[in-house]
């Protein structure tokens, strides 16, 4: 008998990749939180498509959810697949180019007829070869015929036996990666509490998948990955928009004020509504507005009449709220908008990532209209700067906008998790003698002006969209409103006394600073860590605050041979450093095709870029 | 509440001069809701008046309440925001014909569908008055204007109708310069609980000089409008001697004392109807054929959004298993690492 083939890695990518209605972001998902229990660090990455239901079969109606998982930290969802499991011809084509050289491939051999070679159009009934995977480890399993096996003698229709093939899929691979099925089995057993049928269905499915792995142990290599060294604490996986909507609500309850949202379901920023629409037990206020615009302005109002006030949306809703959103630089009101962006232009690429509203966002409103601009860099951290960007808003009295992006906002990861006690502290500049008050006078030192909300006595006042002068007088002297918008500019310009330095990671000094900014810092550090394995002079500065830019940039910059900003659009950062960081040239490494980073093609940009 | 309030109207202006036209409509409509907020009981810290943008929209700036003049067309929205976060304030929208109707159209028939409590003022003189002389939504087919130097090709929007499309719950008639009047149906409007929506028949008087004037002139006031009021027969006329009948489905006017018609044959006003359609014909009367219908025309009684939210929020809360966000961040699944 051939023994077992056992293979001990530091960390291993899967992708689980079928239709999109085969239930493969939940096995993804499954399989993620499992190996985040046993230890290991994780990083996740779904990539589905924009339709709900594309074409069954078809490479367009693929959707797939990727998983790095392994023994020291993991900060990116991994370049390439270990391991690819299949759930048709279409998976294989779809991801024939992001496997990882010598891999796996376990596919449903059931699947390999002519209807879906063709609908895959494949011009062979060899996927394999077609697509140059012939150097792969292919493991056939027929996956419709056993989850049918298992299932013959319940009375259940073809069509809810389908369905669960993904829970064979998943019981093998939790075999193959040695992983405990009792996580799984608690979880079909809670979410499908209401029918004893469905949770009897996938638990058999999913263990008469894990059993065939025990039955093919020799045909099949075995993955071993140990547990992750991490900090001490209680842990837990979050993804992006729910770190997102909770660090908001926490914010909210720090300043000891309800929060409001108001928003227009958009992918991929839908579930910060949905998150924070199912907080009421901690006073949300949500409202699902008729459209981008009344979000933001129901936002507008609240925070008019005193609540945390905060908008979610995505490129073209963010557009659409261009308007809306000078009125609150110039009324000076709080708030906080989140755009979860996308690919663009106009509806461009719905459910892919990219980093292209950063102009929009810094100069996308008539009129010189400043505002702080947050970016978060990992799905976690996420919380983090939501709670910094309504602090910033409610001390500043100025509107924030926080930028994640698709891969932030859907990619999860595992977060320890803080103590409200520990976060910092929140306090909104509340008006607090009616005698002195005028709507716009301001604090000396940051320029904010005073918060005085509808049904206190004594502070009434109107606010509004044309220039006024101090008293919130309408005021068309030229002399004033020239004042005004350099109050407006230099207010924005001093938030920088509350953003820390920039930090470089790796060396301090040395032949190539990277600059990133926002959610690639995954792939963006792990490049820089491997370039310094191979004994690079190479630092990283990763940015989250925008606008404005932290105090030391300049003095950073000037400590490397060379600067190369590396982000996911044309080079909208990269413009904006020559403006405001003048004196250093810039190289650019780009890329706009609604993917990640990978670090494999930023370590033979930065090689090429040392050699020159 | 204890305390009595003693305001007048002085009270609710502030010191900014008013900056409309001599003799435009609006002068006459700030004193009517001035009077109204007056005499409501509500302390002057809790009304909230929100406008859009147009020469009605200044209003905030000429009140001495919280004021906000915000963007064109987004007023209902920035008010459902404003009512949302607080329904203990008494919140007041003004808006004009292009601003509600135009360029707000989809915020003003979503406020009037969720019901949330406000008072929405719509002052409606067919024209656009602060860029000079354009046709508006409500103009009439054929308007003459600087952009329809032919006349209008399109209909105009009834307001009335747009409210009652909306499922609204409130919509009442005014004309500016009748004040008193506008006082009251103000005041029943502020008290109506849900989307409040007041259509004020207003005079530009620079750039549709006169277009309610058949309407509104105060010489012919009892003969051409019909003063409606809830459970009273809808009777007009200087001699009170005319009123409304059903007859084949439709509206009619007849003479008391003709043809055998009593005043007990006379239909007696109900606002409370839910089903509209004796509201809708209301709505749609014009001269010559029928008097314009005036004051509170529907007012029905309908769960109201704002109510509701915080209703949901209570029962939630009372039930709730997290009541922190310590609780919140550790729920569901979580490890530990030694």
Not at chain 1, 124 to 129: A, L
Not at chain 2, 230 to 253: A, N, Q, R, S, Y
Request: glycine share 10%; aromatic share 8%.
């Amino acid at each position: 008998m051939i023994e077992t083939k056992v293979i001990e890695l530091e960390e291993v990518v899967i992708r689980f990749s079928g239709d999109s209605g085969d239930g493969m972001q939940l096995t993804g998902a499954l399989f993620s939180d499992t190996s985040a229990l046993f230890g290991n660090d994780i990083s996740t990455f779904p990539d589905y498509p924009s339709e709900i239901r594309a074409p069954q079969g078809t490479v367009a109606g693929i959707s797939g959810f990727q998983v790095q998982f392994g023994t020291s930290k993991i900060t990116t969802p991994g370049d390439y697949a270990h391991v690819l499991v299949a759930m048709n011809p279409a998976a294989i084509k779809a991801n024939s180019g992001c496997m990882s050289p010598g891999g796996t491939i376990f596919y449903d051999s059931d699947s390999f007829t002519q209807k879906n070679f063709d609908k895959a159009k494949l011009k062979t009934d060899d996927p394999f070869t077609e697509c140059n995977l012939e150097d792969y480890f292919k493991v056939a399993v027929p996956i419709t015929t056993l989850t049918k096996e298992a299932l013959k003698d319940l009375d259940i229709d073809n069509k809810s036996i389908l369905r669960s093939k993904n829970m064979f899929a998943l019981g093998l691979i939790c075999w193959v990666f040695s992983k405990p099925l009792d996580y799984i089995e608690g979880f079909i057993k809670k979410k499908f509490a209401k029918s004893a049928a469905i949770v009897e269905t996938n638990l058999r499915v999913l263990h008469a998948g894990w059993n065939y792995g025990l039955t093919l142990e020799h045909l099949t290599p075995r993955y071993v990955v140990h547990p992750a060294e991490i900090e001490k604490g209680i842990y837990r996986n979050i993804n992006g928009n729910l770190a997102t909507a909770w660090g908001l609500l926490a914010a909210a309850h720090k300043a000891n004020l309800e929060l409001f949202i108001g928003s227009y379901p958009i992918t991929p920023a839908t579930d910060i509504l949905q998150a924070l629409a199912d907080r009421k037990d901690l006073g949300v206020k949500s409202f699902q507005a008729e459209d981008e615009i009344a979000g933001i302005c129901t936002a507008i109002g609240a925070s008019f009449a005193g609540k945390l006030a905060v908008t979610s949306t995505s490129g073209p809703g963010f557009a659409l709220k261009s308007e809306a959103l000078g009125l609150s630089v110039i009324a000076e009101l709080p708030l906080v908008v989140v755009n979860v962006q996308r690919g663009g232009p106009s509806t461009g690429l719905p459910t892919k990532t990219e980093q292209s509203d950063l102009l929009q966002t810094l100069y996308g409103r008539n009129g010189e209209c400043p505002l702080v601009v947050i970016a978060a860099s990992t799905p976690s951290d996420c919380f983090h700067y939501a709670f910094i960007s309504a602090k910033i808003a409610l001390e500043r009295m100025v509107p924030v906008v926080l930028l994640t992006d698709g891969f932030l906002g859907n990619g999860s990861e595992p977060w320890k998790i803080p103590l409200f006690s520990e976060l910092p502290s929140i306090t909104p500049r509340m008006a607090k003698d009616p005698e002195s008050f005028k709507p716009y006078a301001r604090d000396e030192k940051t320029l904010a002006r005073e918060w005085a909300i509808p049904g206190m006595p004594g502070f009434q006042h109107l606010i509004g969209g044309l220039e006024k002068d101090v008293s919130g007088n309408v005021s068309h002297d030229p002399a004033n409103h020239e004042k005004m918008v350099k109050i407006r500019e230099e207010k924005v310009n001093r938030v920088v006394e509350m953003i820390p330095d920039i930090e470089v990671y790796g060396d301090q000094q040395g032949d190539i600073l990277v600059i990133g900014w926002g959610g690639t810092f995954g792939y963006v550090e792990s490049a820089v860590r491997e370039m310094r394995i191979n004994g690079a002079k190479i630092g990283l500065a990763h940015f989250n605050y925008i606008q404005p830019l932290p105090g030391n940039t300049a003095e950073v910059f000037g400590r490397f041979k060379k600067l190369v900003v590396c982000e996911l659009n044309l080079g909208q950062f990269a413009s904006y450093l020559r403006d405001k960081i003048p004196g250093f040239v810039y190289h650019q490494y780009n890329k706009v095709q609604g993917l990640p980073f990978t670090s494999k093609e930023l370590v033979d940009n930065f090689e090429k870029l040392l050699e020159e | 509440m204890t305390e009595i309030l003693e305001y007048t109207i002085k009270d609710f202006k502030s010191e900014n001069e008013v900056r409309w036209c001599p003799g435009c409509g609006d002068h006459a409509v700030l004193n009517a809701v001035q009077k109204a907020m007056a005499s409501m009981g509500i302390k002057q810290e809790d009304f909230v008046v929100i406008s859009g943008i147009g020469c009605s929209s200044r209003f905030p700036y000429y009140m001495s309440t919280y004021g906000f003049h915000t963007i064109h067309g987004r007023a209902a929205a920035v008010a459902s925001g404003v009512k949302c976060a607080n329904p203990k304030l008494c919140v007041w929208e003004i808006t004009g014909d292009g601003d509600a109707l135009a360029i707000g159209g989809n915020h003003f028939i979503h406020v009037v569908r969720r019901n949330i409590d406000i008072n929405l003022i719509l002052f409606n003189n067919k024209i656009y008055g602060l860029t000079k002389g354009q046709y508006s939504p409500t103009s009439d087919r054929g308007a003459i204007t600087k952009t329809s130097p032919q006349g209008t090709i399109e209909n105009p929007f009834i307001p009335g109708q747009l409210v009652l499309g909306a499922g609204g719950s409130f919509f009442a008639r005014a004309v500016d310069n009748n004040i008193k009047h506008s006082q009251e149906v103000f005041e029943l409007a502020a008290k109506h609980e849900g989307t409040s929506v007041v259509e004020v028949l207003q005079n530009c008087v620079i750039f549709n000089d006169g277009i309610h004037a058949e309407i509104s002139d105060p010489k012919m006031r009892e003969e051409r409008q019909i003063f409606l009021k809830h459970g009273e027969p809808m009777i007009f006329g200087t001699l009170k001697d005319k009123g409304l009948v059903f007859d084949k489905g439709l509206l009619k006017v007849v003479k008391i004392g003709e043809n055998g018609i009593t005043r007990d044959d006379i239909l007696v006003h109900d606002v409370t109807e839910p089903n509209g359609y004796v509201h809708q014909q209301l709505i749609g009367m014009k001269l010559p054929e029928y008097p314009v219908a005036m004051g509170v025309i529907r007012a029905v009684k309908a769960p109201v959004y704002d109510q509701m939210m915080e209703k949901q929020i209570a029962e939630v809360k009372s039930k709730a298993k997290i009541k922190s966000i310590d609780e919140l961040l550790r729920s569901g699944n979580t490890w530990v690492v030694d």
